[in-house]
């Protein structure tokens, strides 16, 4: 059974850094790339950041670049997500989702992330 | 980026409707969509991609169709587990873009 399990999120100050974790097991990790979502309070849903299968290319939402690195450990099978100089407007829950011929099929349960003063 | 809209924005049915809901993209996308239901606090779940191919395990009282930039996912007959909110989403481009969502309540 594919599982995502993502953890790290919390309370944190404007300006503030957090690193998401996201596990994944019941699949071959390193055969897929993985991207991160992201879900405003009451809001949808907000495409964050992609890594191909070896961690050799990324992308992200002009949002997030150059504050937020996409990165994995295929030997640990595990997503990250280092976020620096965080904005309220970042608050949210962080997705972390498989990709499978060109599309998001499995998604985690979520990490909230809240930035505030 | 490619703007995905839904309509409508809430809907409200009772167990046994016929439920359409309508998704346009800004531009042709082919049939590079997916549809995903979100039950409240938990994460998206994919029902569709390629417009119109059902996820395995999916009901089949689900169905998506459509092409370039109208799509629609139907549900033949709601049921109880169906109230949810039901989001379009591109992947033409590596850029995802979803629609607002479209939330099924009771009527």
């Known amino acids: 059974e594919v599982q995502l399990v993502e953890s790290g999120g919390a309370l944190v100050q404007p300006g503030g850094s957090l690193r998401l974790s996201c596990a994944a097991s019941?699949?071959?990790?390193?055969?897929?790339?993985m991207h991160w979502v992201r879900q405003g309070p009451g809001k949808g849903l907000v495409w964050v950041s992609r890594i191909d299968a070896d961690g050799s290319s990324t992308d992200y939402a002009d949002s997030v670049k150059g504050r937020f690195t996409i990165s994995r450990d295929n030997a640990r099978t595990t997503l990250y997500l280092q976020m620096n100089s965080l904005r309220v407007e970042d608050t949210a829950v962080y997705y972390c989702?498989?990709?499978?011929?060109?599309?998001?099929?499995?998604w985690g349960q979520g990490t909230q992330v809240t930035v505030s003063s | 980026d490619i703007q995905m809209t839904q309509s409508p924005s809430t809907l409200s049915a009772s167990v046994g409707d016929r439920v359409p809901i309508t998704c346009r993209a800004s531009q042709n996308i082919s049939t590079w969509l997916a549809w995903h239901q979100q039950k409240p606090g938990k994460a998206p779940k994919l029902l569709i991609y390629k417009a119109s191919t059902l996820e395995t395990g999916v009901p089949s009282r689900f169905s998506g169709s459509g092409s370039g930039t109208e799509f629609t996912l139907t549900i033949s007959s709601l049921q109880p587990d169906d109230f949810a909110t039901y989001y379009c989403?591109?992947?033409?481009?590596?850029?995802?873009?979803f629609g607002q969502g479209t939330k099924v309540e009771i009527k």
């Open positions: 019941g699949f071959t990790f390193s055969n897929h790339w």
């Open positions: 989403q591109q992947y033409n481009s590596y850029l995802y873009t």
């Open positions: 989702a498989r990709e499978r011929v060109g599309m998001p099929d499995y």
